[in-house]
């Protein structure tokens, strides 16, 4: 007889997204069962470098950004910078600053420096980040990690689902009342609830390797970045620090014309991006050919079972938010679940989620998309004179220096994808009729119009006004004046945990007397005077018929 387990929620994949599922599932009180293939302690591939500003908000209110700031990678001191150079080891023209993590907090110059917010934008890699969470998930006792585990399938009840899964003893039957799917690009579960998965197949080839140089930052005449972009009229190349000292993950980005994966050397590419001559020595450590694709799945959600991060969208990881585009899904997911868990909202809360996540994820898959194809074109357009000792290869680096400078410092400092994109079509949104303000994949005005993100600010006693929300709703006021009773007494008949939060100086963010923030930090409804049908407000914030 099989064995079986039974479960709240089922994520079936334990990367970077369905881990953060699982903790602020658990941090809400709902019991998570996370299987994934990987053995115990394997890491991932190396792949994203960037954890977003607006995920380090998610890892403070769960208590662990400080262990995935001081999660192994680069060094405190290691500048995080973006540097745009002719080879890794060649001329220098540009840089873009970005403070690294010793002086993460206090740095307020370059691009990203004036964000309202707790928590700046992280650089570590992927292989380091996983098991600083993993950890974090196995110090919970709500979690149940099953390593080693591959879901092989499900079937839906009325009631609930039943997964199907093997592990190194033989199969498990995992009960569950919902199912999250987040495993990655290649997701059973998307295929499994009938989605389909489409967009853009091909926007860019390319050749990455993990690479082990320990002498490659000795060569550079200028100091070492986060990322270095190699620019010159044979091969272009990005190539990440992964460790600061000797690891590092190359991205050969292949001309159009390069069709053929199996037809590029990539020893000689290699040596060409760093600048090296056949002496320098180097270890390949992986290695993967890649598609950079945009592809959206078009239905996020069937009944029981949804889908998250890259099971249901994919794009180039240009504007570094991949990754950080899915832990958004999870937190906006998360939430829901759990209130519809604990009963007090309507199981018709989880049609938002697809209302609110897929349009954003569709918009921000044409950023990205926009930016790789602008970025390959500057690749294309590198000036024939840019690594000449002449006045005109300066005159050469400085102005294609300037160009990609301004093309780049959006997408590695993307305030308007963190922090500026709105839910303006939700059916648990109460809008008032004013527009939400416009914002660009770098520029954002934070705003307290319904389904915009809460505005940050810090508060007088020196706290940030996102530790002192609650952790559920909560009715900000800038005028304790203002009349949050009725409010109060429909949240409570309903059972929907509110919290009062009285902040005077908020009021040159907040332009209305109450503005009621939802537990993923989105306005949800805002007013001078009660609203004229509380219990009818409530209802519609908990996904019920008023
Ligand atoms: C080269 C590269 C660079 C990138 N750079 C960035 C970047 O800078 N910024 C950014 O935001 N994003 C970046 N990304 C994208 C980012 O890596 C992905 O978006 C991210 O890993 C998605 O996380 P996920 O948890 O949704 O899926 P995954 O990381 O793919 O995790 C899915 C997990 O599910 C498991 N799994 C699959 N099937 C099953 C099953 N049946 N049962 C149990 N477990 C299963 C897998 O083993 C895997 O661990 C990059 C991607 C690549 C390829």
């Given at each position: 007889m099989s064995r079986r387990i039974a479960t709240q929620v089922l994520v079936v994949g334990g990367g970077p997204v369905g881990l953060t599922l699982a903790l602020d599932l658990a941090w809400r009180g709902i019991a998570v069962v996370v299987a994934e293939?990987?053995?115990?302690?394997v890491p991932p591939s190396v792949k994203c470098n960037h954890v977003a500003a607006r995920t380090m908000e998610a890892y403070r209110r769960l208590g662990i950004a400080r262990a995935v700031r001081e999660?192994?990678?680069?060094?405190?001191?290691?500048p995080n910078d973006v540097a745009f150079r002719t080879t890794t080891t060649g001329i220098e023209f540009a840089r873009i600053h970005i403070p690294c993590r010793a002086d993460r907090y206090t740095?307020?110059?370059?691009?990203?420096?004036?964000?309202?917010?707790?928590e700046p934008p992280h650089r570590i890699n992927q292989i380091y980040l996983e098991p600083a969470l993993a950890a974090a998930a196995a110090a919970v006792p709500g979690i149940t990690l099953l390593w080693?585990?591959?879901?092989t399938g499900f079937t839906e009840t009325a009631v609930g689902v039943r997964a199907e899964a093997r592990d190194a003893v033989g199969a498990l039957a995992i009960d569950c009342a919902y199912l999250i799917g987040c495993?990655?690009?290649?997701?059973e579960t998307r295929r499994a609830i009938g989605a389909s998965f489409s967009g853009d197949a091909l926007i860019q080839r390319t050749q990455s390797t993990d690479l082990r140089a320990p002498d490659l930052i000795a060569r550079m005449a200028a100091p070492p970045a986060w990322s270095t972009q190699s620019l010159n009229p044979r091969r272009s190349a990005n190539i990440f620090a992964i460790d600061g000292r000797e690891r590092f993950l190359v991205h050969n980005y292949l001309r159009?014309?390069?069709?053929?994966?199996?037809?590029?050397d990539r020893d000689r590419c290699l040596r060409l991006i760093l600048g090296v001559d056949q002496d320098f020595r180097f270890e390949i450590l992986g290695q993967e050919d890649w598609i950079g694709r945009r592809m959206l799945a078009d239905?996020?959600?069937?009944g029981r079972v949804f889908l998250c991060g890259d099971a249901a969208h994919i794009w180039v990881p240009f504007a570094g938010y991949g990754m950080n585009a899915g832990i958004a899904d999870a937190m906006n997911l998360s939430w829901m679940l759990a209130a519809v868990l604990a009963g007090?909202?309507?199981?018709?809360?989880?049609?938002?989620h697809e209302a609110e996540r897929w349009p954003i994820t569709e918009q921000v898959s044409h950023y990205a998309m926009n930016t790789a194809q602008a970025l390959a074109a500057a690749r294309g357009a590198?000036?024939?004179?840019?690594?000449?000792?002449?006045d005109a290869g300066a005159g050469a680096r400085a102005r294609f220096g300037a160009h990609v400078t301004t093309l780049n410092t959006p997408q590695y400092c993307c305030g308007g994808l963190n922090?500026?994109?709105?839910?303006?079509?939700?059916?648990?949104v109460a809008y008032d009729g004013e527009d939400a303000p416009g914002y660009s994949m770098d520029q954002f005005t934070p705003s307290?119009?319904?389904?915009?993100?809460a505005p940050h600010l810090w508060l007088?006693?020196?706290?940030s006004l996102y530790d002192a929300l609650g952790p559920w709703f909560t009715a900000l006021?800038?005028?304790?004046?203002?009349?949050v009773a009725p409010l109060a007494a429909a949240a409570a008949a309903r059972g929907m945990p509110l919290a009062v939060l009285d902040v005077p100086e908020a009021a040159p963010l907040y332009p209305r007397r109450m503005t009621l923030i939802r537990p993923?930090?989105?306005?949800?409804w805002r007013g001078?005077?009660?609203?004229?049908d509380a219990r009818a407000l409530v209802a519609r914030l908990c996904g019920a018929p008023p």
């Open positions: 293939t990987r053995a115990r302690g999660a192994p990678g680069l060094p405190a001191d290691f740095d307020r110059s370059g691009p990203d420096g004036w964000w309202p917010t707790p080693a585990t591959r879901v495993d990655g690009a290649g997701s159009p014309d390069e069709t053929d994966f199996a037809a590029v239905r996020f959600r069937r007090w909202a309507d199981p018709g809360l989880l049609d938002a590198v000036p024939a004179e840019i690594e000449d000792a002449t922090f500026g994109y709105f839910y303006d079509r939700s059916p648990i307290t119009v319904p389904g915009c993100r007088a006693d020196g706290r006021r800038t005028d304790a004046r203002a009349d993923d930090q989105h306005v949800g001078d005077v009660p609203p004229a």
